[in-house]
């Protein structure tokens, strides 16, 4: 698989050498933190089973660590995941707050603008409602004074018949 010259054969005939393997760094827990070089095309065509570690293995103590580190690396991960998901909702709730904020600021436009009507309305009602008052109290004035000038009429025409019908007895001639 070896050659001299730094060249790596394939088991499928693509050459690997020290100037297109990849330097890469383990993440497993047994090997966390070891380097080692890989084939470039190793995410893409054919996988080239090209590997070779650079560095020592790791001690024991080294891979109780690194587990340890990856745990907390996957905690922190998640936290992240987390954090993103809580700042996308938070982002929705400020959307649709903001949304709300304006609905209720334009049905409070419309709620004065109508309480603005209401009152012009009511003002207006209110003058109809004076002048009708005042209409009522000249009717009323008007009634009165029909109602006197009826009372006199009658009274004179009373008084009026009767000088009248005593005139008449005066000057019937035989003195009925």
């Not at 004065?112 to 409602?129: G, L, Y």
Request: charged share 25%.
């Amino acid at each position: 698989m070896s050659s001299s010259s730094g060249t790596y054969s394939g088991s499928n005939g693509h050459m690997c050498t020290y100037e297109t393997c990849v330097l890469r760094t383990s993440l497993t827990v047994d090997n966390f933190g070891r380097r080692f070089l890989g084939c470039s095309r190793y995410k893409v065509g054919p996988k080239c089973p090209f590997f070779k570690w650079i560095d020592n293995p790791t001690c024991v103590r080294g891979n109780e660590a690194a587990h340890f580190v990856q745990q907390k690396m996957d905690l922190l991960r998640s936290e992240l995941q987390l954090a993103h998901e809580r700042k996308r909702a938070a982002t929705q709730v400020a959307a649709e707050a903001t949304q709300m904020a304006e609905i209720a600021q334009d049905r409070a436009a419309k709620a004065t603008e109508r309480e603005r009507k209401f009152r012009a309305s009511s003002v207006q009602a209110k003058e109809i409602a004076m002048r009708a008052l005042e209409q009522e109290r000249k009717c009323r004035i008007a009634l009165m004074l029909s109602w006197f000038f009826f009372i006199l009429v009658m009274l004179f025409s009373c008084f009026s018949s009767s000088e009248n019908v005593g005139m008449m007895k005066l000057s019937l001639p035989g003195g009925l």
